[in-house]
């Protein structure tokens, strides 16, 4: 059984947060040079670094270097589509953001910020993090909130089934040329070529700018968003495996034939498809994290499998030591909420204690995630329901807006 324990746990809002290590800049090489430029606007190896430093600060395992790098491409996308919104965020809207993470954190933001001090990540490092992630809450808001009203037979369907599954939508661009009877091979011979030589958004832009017949040549043939399940089979089912520029092989429609370029995919389905409630359970150990009581509940840790084993045990303790709840996740408290986000189902944390002098050791087990709630939690599932849709929306702009962006790494 594993426990698990960090010393500042990551959030898990609309903060993106992502994995690696600090980079290693070139010698000689300006700390303060351009890295990547995204749209003329400069990434330099110093917030590659200073992101580096927070992720690693923040818990993340991993190429650090190439996630950071990545995470600010994608902050550069969100500021200019605040730009783009007109969002703004005040100094007191800053400072609430910084409070509500360190909540996450069980600590004040003061404490914070000390902490990734200490860890070499400047203080300004943190609150461009923070105030970058409120200007793209705020435009999702802006540009999504209409669109994520749930249905009351949406609403009925989630508690009922704990999924709604509609399907993903892709962004495509697409180049189209006719089959004319006394030009068909050449057709065919160009778009095979076109399909295994086309690299990057803007060539085929380009191409499309050359040779598409389509009237969506005059956006470029860039298309909205479609629903898979309205592509052909076959064509529905490449896309789920491509990756985001991938080109497709040519598909013959009638009378022309077509090649596609992906630019983004999104997942349809409502939000109660994740999590929504935590089933958990607890054990007080009296005791508190005297070393004999840390050494009973590892011993309790390792002879057990399930919350049903957990509770058997209980008998062992005086009435009343054990308790297992379903709550929504927004609901659950924030320490025992933050314990249970690094636990797999059965797995346990001995982090906390309770009582005035903390003179009980809380034994705490996830016995699991659900989607299902009782109908008096209906209002937590709308609310699920209408932020985790408005994520997904926000991740599918952000994908659109990859898509258009150049991006050069230097």
């Known amino acids: 059984m594993r426990n698990r324990m960090f010393l500042i746990k990551p959030a898990a809002l609309v ?17 303060y040079s351009a890295a990547v430029l995204i749209n003329g606007q400069a990434v330099t190896h110093y917030e590659i670094e200073q992101r580096s430093l927070l992720l690693e600060a923040l818990g993340n395992a991993g190429d650090i270097e190439k996630q950071a790098v990545e995470e600010l491409i994608d902050d550069r996308l969100r500021l200019f589509a605040g730009r783009l919104f007109g969002v703004q965020v005040s100094p007191d809207e800053v400072k609430q953001g910084l409070a509500e993470y360190a909540q996450r ?36 808001q802006q540009k999504f909130q209409s669109k994520s009203f749930i249905t009351e037979a949406e609403l009925d369907t989630a508690m009922a089934l704990g999924t709604t599954a509609v399907g993903a939508s892709v962004l495509l661009t697409e180049l189209i040329l006719p089959l004319e009877p006394t030009t068909a091979q050449q057709t065919r011979e160009l778009m ?24 969506s040549r005059a956006n470029s043939g860039k298309l909205d968003w479609v629903p ?18 991938q080109v497709t092989r040519p598909i013959e429609i009638p009378n022309a034939m077509v090649i596609f370029q992906l630019r983004g995919i999104r997942d349809n389905r409502t939000i109660a498809a994740r999590p929504i409630a935590y089933d ?45 709840q379903v709550v929504p996740i927004g609901k659950v408290s924030r320490d025992i909420g933050g314990e249970l986000g690094n636990l797999d189902g059965n797995e346990v944390s001995t982090n906390l204690t309770r009582g005035d002098n903390g003179e009980f050791l809380m034994f705490l087990m996830l016995c699991g995630r659900t989607n299902k709630l009782s109908e008096g939690n209906r209002e937590d599932v709308r609310n699920a329901l209408f932020a985790q849709r408005m994520e997904s929306f926000g991740q599918g702009y952000l994908q659109e807006l990859k898509g258009d962006a150049i991006i050069l790494y230097k």
């Open 228 to 245: 898979i399940t309205s592509l052909p089979p076959d064509v529905g089912s490449a896309m789920m495996t491509m990756a985001v520029g």
């Open 280 to 324: 958990y359970a607890t054990l007080m150990i009296p005791g508190g994290r005297s070393p004999e009581t840390l050494a009973r509940a590892s011993a309790l840790a390792g002879a057990i499998d399930t919350c049903n084993d957990l509770q058997e045990e209980a008998g062992n303790y005086p009435d009343g030591s054990f308790s297992q």
């Open 105 to 140: 954190s069980n600590m004040a933001p003061e404490q914070l910020i000390e902490a990734l001090s200490a860890e070499g990540v400047e203080p300004e490092t943190f609150t461009d993090f923070v105030k970058t992630s409120l200007i793209w809450r705020n435009v999702v």
């Open 192 to 215: 095979e070529h076109l399909s295994a030589n086309l690299n990057g958004f803007q060539e085929f832009e380009e191409a499309v700018l050359t040779y598409s017949a389509a009237a």
């Open 15 to 31: 903060f993106v947060l992502i994995q690696g290590l600090m980079p290693a800049i070139a010698w000689g090489q300006s700390p």
